[in-house]
């Protein structure tokens, strides 16, 4: 799942898949795929959304529906995760297997890449044994031209019965042809598939003394061959969706039962057992789709994936690869901390100007003080503060991360850190959710998915919050530029915060390996898994589209979040900056209660408070600090970071207080919509309290033991 | 030669053809779904900069395994 609007943020927690008919004739469509061959691009096309494309496999965690409208009929299109086989090992690989087999589409799109088809067709040949009703979609026609790749469409639908149709989804070719095959068929009534694969004899024996038997007793629609063969290969997971589907336990049906116990011998006759049975199943189905391919599939040029692999030669190096990581991560901060300067100052002004019209507007009516207070430099003031503040850093680092995404470079990043994921007894996949994780932690959690051993995804779940995420850097920028970067904004300066905020980064790296240690050594016991970790072709991505489509989204993302959590939270702090009791505001009472302990962290009252009420969306972290400060103190202008810096040095902030809070923001509670995610996705409370945990209590030590160490040395 | 070579001991740049898989499992149900049988060719392309994983050409596609299971598929 890629960082978008519908990924990240409350979204991010989504509800399980209910298919929406606008109309009963509707036609349901499900479109499968290998991981990374376009699906989302394809899905987008027809359907007019906007599910995010990046290049790299597993970025489509969750099933997304849209409607197609072609000729008189209204199409509706499931996008499932990308999966290699219909044999499911993963959470997200049974969602598709269902989806495929118990959903009841009306057709479905197999996806494939043109450049990679032989192993495509795995999936393509296990999805014709259960139905007929397909349409082979081999995407990525151009990318097989470039690389002097020819293949004969036509021949390999003879082969396979089935309509075989070659687009380039990214410049929509071929998708009206994809769609005419998809309407045609979807009328047809189903019917057996038109390809069937040889097994060997023994297994064929066996089939075919159980079909009959099946035959007798499932009525409903589905493919008898295919069932008896899953039968014989006793999958625990697809059983249990078989009989929810049917709505009784087959195999406990005496019949059946002593069919399959003979079904087994004729097997074991044939030396046959265990898991030879999968090995030859699967051995059949590869050596059916390699001769298909051997004569359809033509490579004129036997190194058409030299470029990529000169590329990767140095983008993996033993010498230069984490170097150029590195470079990499604070090439994007640089141009995130410099190009979000202007855009921020301009921001603020034309929002501070509005305030003050605002506030003519308000006497002018003549509104009672405390009404302009509550609304203007209550919820207002926060709200601009957010935006301006935040809007301009995340606007420029998302379209610059999906850049990179879409490249293909993340996959890399896992290929290079994996060996020290495996040293914690982690997975190296969770350099991918850490990277997601840099934009949005409830995505990055849900990216978890991708992660095949339960107790590795526990540990990526756990630990992705020690990566900051978009809300979390404009706040370290801005304490970074204030209290560490000199007066004037030169570019030796903008390179010194650059290294900095990468340190930051760096260190929640760092923590991330050292809990995730900890946590294989404790509650999480056991040893590194094994998994394969595919590195797909570098693509170009589509820039200006990216670009322009992530500003857009962050931007709406932005907008919405701040008038969902800054305003409430700006109405809130300057009521208690307001009402007193006693001698004292109710922001005061709250934050002298905190004070002792926050300052034992190096931090005070108020930016503790500002944490607890940063809950819900840690971008107003800063601007609630700022609220608090002037509501306490004399109202001044902020016009710039500068005279914000002199705020918080009036209210007692030296560089360990800066360095305190950049830590507390790295190092705290994950956001209300995380600890959401986390909840979904393990379905325990206990591993969300612990997640919760497990960062603050970091969090606290570190603050502690920093705090203390530096005021010895002043 | 009497050696046993796996996955393991090919060199960058090497191919072969894998004998038989002792993987057991979900690694041995991947391999197999990614088309890693025997009589399948691989190629050693990359070696990770701390050394392992390794990626290995498959069927058209990169492929990184971990040493622990790249040692499980004997190659002739």
Not at chain 1, 56 to 70: D, I, N
Not at chain 1, 251 to 268: C, F, R, Y
Not at chain 1, 494 to 515: A, D, E, K, P, R
Request: charged share 20%; net charge positive.
């Amino acid at each position: 799942m890629g960082l978008t609007n519908s990924s990240t943020g409350i979204k991010a927690v989504d509800s399980g898949l209910v298919i929406k008919k606008l109309t009963p004739n509707d036609k349901v469509i499900a479109v499968a795929g290998n991981p990374n061959v376009g699906k989302s691009t394809v899905f987008n096309s027809l359907t007019g959304l906007n599910q995010h494309t990046g290049n790299w496999p597993g970025k489509t965690v969750t099933s997304a529906q849209g409607y197609c409208r072609y000729g008189d009929s209204t199409y509706i299109l499931v996008d499932i995760p990308g999966t290699y086989s219909l044999m499911a090992h993963s959470a997200e690989e049974e969602v598709a297997r269902n989806f495929i087999c118990f959903g009841d589409p009306d057709a479905v799109i197999v996806i494939c890449d043109a450049t990679c088809l032989e192993r495509n067709f795995n999936l393509v040949l296990q999805i014709l044994e259960f139905t007929g009703k397909v349409v082979v979609c081999v995407n990525m026609m151009d990318e097989a031209r470039k690389k002097n790749i020819r293949v004969d469409l036509d021949a390999i639908s003879k082969k396979l019965g089935v309509p075989v149709i070659g687009t380039t989804a990214r410049k929509k070719n071929g998708l009206k042809e994809l769609m005419q095959s998809v309407s045609q068929l979807s009328c047809q009534p189903e019917e057996n598939p038109p390809f069937r694969i040889k097994y060997p004899k023994p297994i064929e024996d066996a089939i075919a003394h159980l079909e009959p038997f099946i035959k007798q007793k499932v009525e409903k629609k589905i493919n008898t061959r295919w069932l008896s063969l899953k039968l014989l290969d006793y999958d625990e997971t697809l059983i249990t969706a078989l009989n929810e589907y049917l709505g009784y336990d087959l195999i406990s049906d005496e019949e059946i039962q002593k069919q399959l116990n003979i079904a087994k011998k004729i097997l074991s006759d044939g030396r046959i057992t265990g898991n030879d049975l999968r090995d030859k199943i699967v051995a059949s189905i590869v050596l059916t789709a390699e001769d298909i391919c051997s004569d359809t599939v033509h490579f004129n040029k036997s190194n058409y994936n030299a470029r990529d692999r000169k590329i990767d030669r140095i983008l993996t190096n033993k010498w230069t690869g984490i170097p150029i990581m590195l470079a990499l991560l604070m090439g994007i901060f640089w141009l995130t901390i410099t190009g979000a300067n202007y855009p921020s100052q301009l921001i603020s002004d034309g929002l501070f100007w509005v305030q003050d019209r605002l506030t003519d507007f308000f006497q002018y009516i003549g509104a009672p003080d405390w009404l302009h207070g509550m609304l203007v430099l209550g919820v207002y003031r926060v709200l601009a503060w957010v935006v301006s503040v935040m809007l301009p850093p995340m606007a420029i680092f998302f379209p610059l991360f999906t850049l990179l995404e879409d490249l293909g470079y993340l996959p890399r990043v896992a290929f290079n850190l994996d060996k020290y994921f495996k040293k914690c007894s982690a997975c190296g996949k969770q350099a991918l959710t850490m990277c997601m994780g840099l934009g949005c932690n409830a995505a990055g959690i849900i990216g978890c998915r991708i992660i095949d051993s339960p107790r590795e995804r526990l540990i990526a779940i756990i630990t992705n919050n020690f990566v900051p995420c978009n809300g979390r850097f404009p706040t370290l920028i801005a304490i970074i530029t204030m209290f560490f970067v000199g007066h004037a904004a030169g570019p030796f300066e903008s390179v010194f915060s650059v290294i900095l905020l990468t340190g930051v980064i760096v260190l929640g790296i760092f923590m991330t390996f050292i809990v995730s240690k900890i946590l294989s050594k404790t509650i999480l016991k056991g040893i590194p898994s094994s998994f394969t970790l595919e590195l797909p072709p570098y693509r170009i991505p589509q820039i200006g589209k990216v670009i322009v489509r992530s500003i857009f989204d962050r931007t709406i993302f932005v907008l919405a979040r701040a008038v969902v959590v800054a305003a409430p939270a700006g109405l809130i702090i300057w009521i208690m900056a307001n009402i007193s009791i006693g001698n004292m505001t109710l922001l005061a009472h709250c934050s002298n209660f905190l004070d002792p302990f926050a300052k034992m962290l190096g931090m005070d009252g108020v930016i503790l408070f500002a944490f607890i009420l940063g809950l819900p969306a840690n971008e107003i972290v800063i601007p609630i600090i700022i609220m608090a400060y002037m509501a306490s103190g004399s109202i001044m202008e902020l016009d710039s970071l500068w005279d914000l810096k002199q705020l918080l040095v009036n209210n007692g902030w030296t560089w360990i207080t800066a360095i305190s809070t950049m830590l507390f923001s790295l190092m705290h509670w994950p956001c209300s919509t995380t600890c959401l995610t986390i909840r979904k996705e393990t379905q325990s409370w206990k591993w969300t309290a612990i997640s919760f945990a497990v960062p603050t209590i970091a969090g606290i030590v570190i603050c502690f033991v920093f705090a203390n160490i530096a005021r010895l040395f002043i | 030669m009497n050696n046993i070579y796996s996955l393991k001991d090919l060199r960058q740049g090497q191919k072969a053809k894998v004998k038989s898989i002792l993987s057991t499992g979900s690694i041995r149900r991947r391999l197999l779904d990614i088309g890693l049988i025997e009589g399948t060719e691989v190629e050693c392309l990359l070696k990770s900069p701390a050394g392992d994983p390794v990626a290995y050409l498959i069927r058209g596609a990169v492929i990184a395994l971990r040493s622990e299971d790249s040692s499980n598929i004997l190659i002739c």
